[in-house]
């Protein structure tokens, strides 16, 4: 696990850096796309590429994370409108090359079934954008997630539904109580992660994805069982971080070894 010590601002070209340089070996490339406030920089920097002409993701496919169950894709909140809105209006993705998992879904586990099964016929994620809930949430596999989960339909914590009520105009009571979400093994398939943090309420977290005890109860944690993962994050969010010295000089001579 490679952990980036910097400034807010900066993380967006960094993983934008990434994404390019994926592209350009790979112009039908999968990526995992997290909605949430975290990768808003980082879609903003894809979309000023694009804009000027240096990036496209015309061969690229794309898959969402997670769905609120019972929001049609037309909802402002439903992560289908919000992705949309935050990046795929904003790039030059093919029509359809997106895919998110469909929360109004009559058949819920039968969605979840043919969306693993979609990730892989795709040929699996390339590079995974992640953000991180406050309790150690990615996508939403929450506490008490298996480590081994596949997509299925999760029932969301309180917290989470406080964290998430901010996007429903502060009305708690219309964050729906569940999800349909990638499970932790499907994200773990990913063949590079990405996941970016910032402001200190994500710092408890953050220190327990790189150096808590790897537990059903900071599910984050799992990631440390991966080869390839890069955690990206600002001051605030690395304040808890016990070996954060090593990781800045890590990241500051990484170029003599490589
Ligand atoms: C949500 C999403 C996650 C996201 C997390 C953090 O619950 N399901 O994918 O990473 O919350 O969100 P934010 O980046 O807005 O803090």
């Known amino acids: 696990m490679e952990v980036i010590i910097t400034s807010e601002e900066s993380i967006g070209d960094l993983v934008a850096d990434d994404i390019a340089a994926l592209l350009a070996r790979k112009p039908d490339a999968v990526l995992g796309l997290a909605t949430g406030s975290s990768p808003l920089r980082i879609y903003d920097a894809l979309a000023a590429r694009v804009a000027a002409g240096a990036l496209s993701f015309s061969q690229a496919r794309g898959f969402t994370l997670d769905e609120y169950v019972g929001l049609s894709s037309g ?15 904003r790039v030059d993705f093919a029509d359809g090359a997106v895919r998110a998992p469909d929360g109004t879904a009559g058949d819920l586990a039968m969605e979840a079934g043919s969306y693993d099964r979609a990730i892989a016929e795709a040929g699996g994620v390339d590079l995974q954008i992640l953000g991180i809930g406050t309790d150690g949430h990615i996508a939403f596999n929450e506490p008490g997630s298996s480590l081994a989960s596949r997509t299925r339909v999760k029932t969301l914590t ?21 999800c349909l979400t990638q499970g932790l093994g499907t994200i773990m398939e990913a063949r590079h992660i990405v996941l970016v943090a910032t402001g200190k309420g994500k710092a408890e977290a953050v220190h327990h994805l790189v150096e808590g005890a790897v537990s ?18 600002d001051e605030a969010a690395a304040s808890r971080l016990q070996l954060a010295g090593y990781y800045r000089y890590a990241y500051a001579n990484r170029s003599a070894v490589s």
């Open 75 to 89: 909802h402002p909140c439903s992560y289908r409108t919000v992705i949309d809105a935050d990046l795929v209006s």
């Open 158 to 178: 309180e917290q989470t539904r406080r964290d998430n009520a901010r996007f429903f105009g502060g009305d708690v009571d219309a964050v729906p109580r569940h």
């Open 216 to 233: 059903a109860l900071w599910p984050a944690t799992i990631l440390q069982h991966h080869p390839h993962v890069t955690v990206l994050v």
